[in-house]
């Protein structure tokens, strides 16, 4: 897909993989559209990058059908959807409530679901759309201390291969990416970034990743992609 001229939204795009992504997709010539929880610093993300905004939150399930038709008012139309609001939680077994699973599947799961049909509504009717789901490469392997979070991650990936089956015939595009470590300021309650390490990724590269898989001509797509850090420490 060319980029110039398409209509892009970005979950979660005030801070992290999401505005880094914003910014590069706006300046290959895309007009993008960001989401958020944070009026205040989405507006002020929003206004330093030139993309439009709309504050929503996923995983308040009764208000996505009106948040999405504010997006498409905003853009005039929707070329590809990127999933990137996530949320985490990383409880020990033993101790893990079950508030912890409903929280972190209402954004990471269930809201994503519930958003991306209506996009995907959009897309059908117009027989073409690209969706790239962030999710990590927690969606891959399990680890310590992983139980909710990767259970959420391993739920996106089949998500992800289900509608690679349902879609492809409507030329809709799903595209899975797995950043390793990045420096972001997730899993942080300040929502303070984290500072740039050399032997970790920065939101940069995972939104190099995003913007290579949707530049691939529409004939072909990427299914699945993982990014790991070269030599992390």
Known sequence: MKLKGKKIIVTGGSSGIGRATAELLIKAGASVLITGRNAAKLKKVAKEIGAAHVKA????????????????KEL???DALVNNAGVGDFALLGDIKIEQFENIFATNVFG????TQEAVAVF????KGHIINIASTAS???????????????ALRGLTQ?????LRKYNIRVILVNPSEVTTAFNNKERVEKPEEASKLRPLE???TIK?????DDRGFIPEVTVWATNPV
Not at 162 to 166: G, N, R, T
Not at 212 to 216: D, V
């Open 57 to 72: 939150d996923i995983s308040d399930y009764k208000k996505i059908k009106s948040s999405f038709k504010k997006m498409i």
């Open 76 to 78: 005039g139309g929707l």
């Open 112 to 115: 994503l679901t519930m958003f």
């Open 124 to 127: 059908k009717e117009q027989k």
């Open 140 to 154: 891959l392997k399990g680890f310590a201390h992983g139980s909710v979070y990767a259970a959420s991650k391993f």
């Open 162 to 166: 289900c509608w690679q089956s349902e």
């Open 206 to 208: 995972i939104a190099h």
């Open 212 to 216: 290579a898989t949707l530049e691939m």
